[in-house]
């Protein structure tokens, strides 16, 4: 097994898959937002004083223990009833599917229209609070993010938006991790939310954030505890402008690294994010986040029980799609089984020359396409406690090829080839969904 975990860690080092990190091509090729140009107040963007970040990386001991299971002391009950007297926590009336969209600076009508003709119904898309905000306190939307929840809207789409990326001037050691204070989070929130009333569906709380780069370069349990104080805090901001938008914990990612400078296994982290404060976070979401990997092992598979015969990555159960059994257990352990879980990335890549993302050149694209819809039936029949599953991805085939990365480890996970064409995922996920609404799912 540890030759399975390093070779995940590199992986997690290497750009995760299914992350959305726009440093490689440059920012000035795929830019996460437009910033107005205004004065800055450099004093109060990067104070000088602020200590020198350093990540060390070490690994845990298998031995640490986990946090105490909840079902051992009394939990914070959760309500049935929520802000603007609306159910609580609120629920989709059917499954949901969406597909993760790369809007900014780039066609928007095309991928749009596809996504709505190939049956998802919503969009998510990642945007960066430090894009948005600066100097602290004044909120530069930018025309591009308009112009992509004007164009959400026109589709006929919902919109679910994923926040990462604190301003240096709110991170910790002056880095884009969580924020040290929750409250400028929620002022953020809140005015994002106000000034796209009823065109924001859902808000998701960070991304991955057990990864180290999605939290300034380190990483550590206790910071679980930080993150469920600022979905508390976000929580509170989003629902007093608008009651309706689903609030979604962030996903950890899917891996069993132990090491402050990489990751926090997710069922680790999970376990933190559960029994905070005898489990506050089941009274402040609507949602749970779930990222279930994938590799190159078909759906069904499992290990240790029904391994795959893929070569490689094979041999723990964070590098399959079913992963997501062992969050479910760990959620009813901590008492939150009527928590809907929300898939907010799943996928399998294909071929790519990528370092670490090698699995990928064992899956076809016809396999590709057998998988993600073998995960959509995997979800209809056995997991109705899923309530909404988004694609990884739509069309960052196209945005890579056009950086010269045509075979660039998230390009291979896209359902779109870099000529807007559908690969033969997006023409089966289509056949799929068709017959899922059929069957009035």
Request: hydrophobic content about 45%; glycine content about 8%.
């Amino acid at each position: 097994m540890p030759h399975a975990v390093w070779r995940c860690a590199l992986v997690l080092l290497l750009l995760a898959g299914c992350t959305a990190r726009d440093d490689v091509p440059s920012a000035e090729t795929l830019p996460t937002a437009q910033v107005a140009a205004m004065p800055i107040r450099a004093t109060q963007i990067e104070p000088r004083d602020w200590p020198a970040f350093r990540a060390p990386v070490m690994a845990y001991e298998d031995a640490a223990p986990l946090p105490t299971l909840l079902p051992t002391v009394p939990a914070v009950p959760q309500p049935t009833v929520g802000p603007g007297g609306l159910a609580f926590p609120l629920r989709t009336e059917r499954l949901e599917l969406g597909v993760h969209a790369h809007l900014f600076w780039t066609n928007r009508s095309l991928p749009l229209r596809l996504a709505r003709e190939g049956g998802f119904g919503w969009i998510r898309q990642q945007i960066h609070w430090a894009d948005q905000e600066g100097p602290p306190g004044v909120y530069q939307w930018g025309e591009e993010l308009d112009a992509i929840v004007a164009a959400t809207e026109a589709a006929g789409l919902k919109l679910m938006l994923s926040i990462v990326r604190s301003p240096t001037f709110y991170g910790r050691f002056g880095r884009d991790g969580l924020p040290e204070d929750p409250a400028p989070f929620g002022r953020f929130v809140a005015a994002l939310v106000q000034r796209y009333r009823g065109r924001i569906h859902a808000v998701q709380i960070w991304n991955e954030q057990n990864l180290a780069h999605e939290n300034g370069g380190y990483v550590s349990t206790d910071d679980a505890g930080r993150y469920v104080e600022l979905v508390k805090v976000a929580y509170a901001a989003i629902k007093a402008v608008d009651p309706a938008v689903f609030v979604v914990t962030g996903a950890p990612a899917s891996t069993a690294v132990n090491s402050p400078g990489l990751a926090i296994s997710d069922v680790r982290y999970y376990a933190a994010m559960l029994g905070y404060q005898n489990g506050v976070l089941r009274t402040v979401t609507d949602a749970i986040g779930v990222h279930p990997g994938g590799s190159a092992n078909p759906p069904e598979t499992l290990w240790p029980t029904a391994p795959s015969s893929a070569q490689g990555w094979t041999d723990h159960p964070t590098f399959y799609f079913r992963n997501i059994e062992h969050i479910r257990a760990l959620l009813e352990d901590y008492q939150f089984e009527t928590m809907p879980v929300w898939i907010t990335e799943f996928g399998w890549a294909t071929a790519n020359d990528t370092p670490g993302f090698e699995f990928g050149n064992q899956v076809s694209l016809a396999q590709q396409a057998d998988y993600l819809v073998g995960a959509l039936e995997l979800v209809e029949q056995r997991y109705p406690w899923v309530d909404a599953m988004f694609v990884w991805n739509l069309n960052f085939a196209v945005l890579r090829a056009a950086s010269g990365q045509p075979r660039h480890e998230q390009a291979s996970f896209s359902v779109l080839n870099a000529d807007y064409t559908p690969r033969p995922a997006y023409t089966a996920l289509r056949q799929a969904i068709v017959g899922l609404r059929e069957r009035g799912r």
